[in-house]
């Protein structure tokens, strides 16, 4: 087990601002013809349908904002497998009464990727998140609870430090094994995304 920092800084010590915040996950509210929606109700109005049909029985319906949908429609919602596309982002998986519900992926213009489970529009569920960093992949592979990190999961940052346990609302919140930038492991406790004490006796390097 390593000492309590890591060449001279902390070992949960986020890095640059941007580079590694455990909370930039929770994703936008999903953009429709009318904007941002907190509304459980459908927030994807079927707008002007460009075309009826397609393959079998998928259907393609293109709206007011400019993004598309092709897939399998239940009275006029999104039910069933399907792809939404727009010029931010994609969507392809399982829909219920017009929100992702069920397995799907997410891909974002900007790099981004989520490909897990969905719960009324949100990630819920086991899911894994990518980040394209400049510096390399940042990963969280693990439990969501409406958007959040929540159960267990793991958190890789690009220069090879990973938190492997216990999360609280999108915080690392319990016990983990805190694997630095020299590959050395250390076990301790957290709550609010601080670490509080490590098992072996010492007092949390940044608990403060």
Same mark, same amino acid.
């Given at each position: /087990?390593?000492?309590?920092?890591?060449?001279?800084?902390?070992?949960?010590?986020?890095?640059?601002?941007?580079?590694?915040?455990?909370?930039?996950?929770?994703?936008?509210?999903?953009?429709?013809?009318?904007?941002? @929606? #907190?509304?459980?109700?459908?927030? *994807?109005?079927?707008?002007?349908?460009?075309? +009826?049909?397609?393959?079998?029985?998928?259907?393609?319906?293109? =709206?007011? #904002?400019?993004?598309? &949908? %092709?897939? +399998?429609?239940?009275?006029?919602?999104?039910?069933?497998?399907?792809? *939404? @596309?727009? @010029?931010?982002?994609? =969507?392809?998986?399982?829909?219920?009464?017009?929100?992702?519900?069920?397995?799907?992926?997410?891909?974002?213009? #900007?790099?981004?990727?989520?490909?897990?489970?969905?719960?009324?529009?949100?990630?819920?569920?086991?899911?894994?998140?990518?980040?394209? /960093?400049?510096? $390399?992949?940042?990963?969280?592979?693990?439990? &969501?609870? #409406?958007?959040? +990190?929540?159960? %267990? $999961?793991? &958190?890789? *940052?690009? !220069?090879?430090?990973? &938190? !492997? $346990?216990? *999360? %609280?609302?999108?915080?690392?919140?319990?016990?983990?094994?805190?694997?630095?930038?020299?590959?050395?492991?250390?076990?301790?406790?957290?709550?609010? !995304?601080?670490?509080?004490?490590?098992?072996?006796? @010492?007092?949390?390097?940044?608990? +403060?």
């Amino acid at each position: /087990m390593g000492a309590n920092n890591c060449s001279g800084t902390p070992c949960c010590a986020k890095g640059p601002a941007g580079q590694d915040d455990i909370s930039s996950d929770k994703p936008t509210q999903y953009p429709g013809p009318n904007g941002l @929606s #907190d509304s459980k109700e459908s927030p *994807w109005p079927a707008g002007p349908q460009a075309t +009826k049909g397609g393959s079998g029985d998928d259907e393609t319906e293109t =709206y007011e #904002d400019g993004s598309s &949908y %092709k897939g +399998k429609l239940v009275q006029g919602r999104r039910h069933g497998h399907g792809t *939404w @596309s727009s @010029s931010t982002e994609t =969507y392809q998986g399982q829909w219920k009464h017009d929100q992702r519900d069920g397995s799907g992926q997410q891909k974002w213009q #900007d790099g981004r990727m989520y490909d897990g489970q969905f719960k009324e529009g949100k990630f819920h569920g086991h899911g894994r998140m990518e980040w394209n /960093m400049k510096n $390399g992949l940042m990963v969280y592979e693990g439990q &969501y609870v #409406d958007d959040l +990190k929540d159960g %267990k $999961g793991k &958190y890789t *940052w690009p !220069d090879g430090r990973a &938190y !492997d $346990g216990e *999360w %609280k609302k999108g915080q690392r919140w319990g016990k983990a094994i805190y694997t630095n930038i020299e590959g050395r492991t250390r076990e301790g406790l957290w709550k609010e !995304d601080k670490v509080v004490s490590w098992l072996d006796g @010492s007092e949390g390097a940044s608990q +403060k």
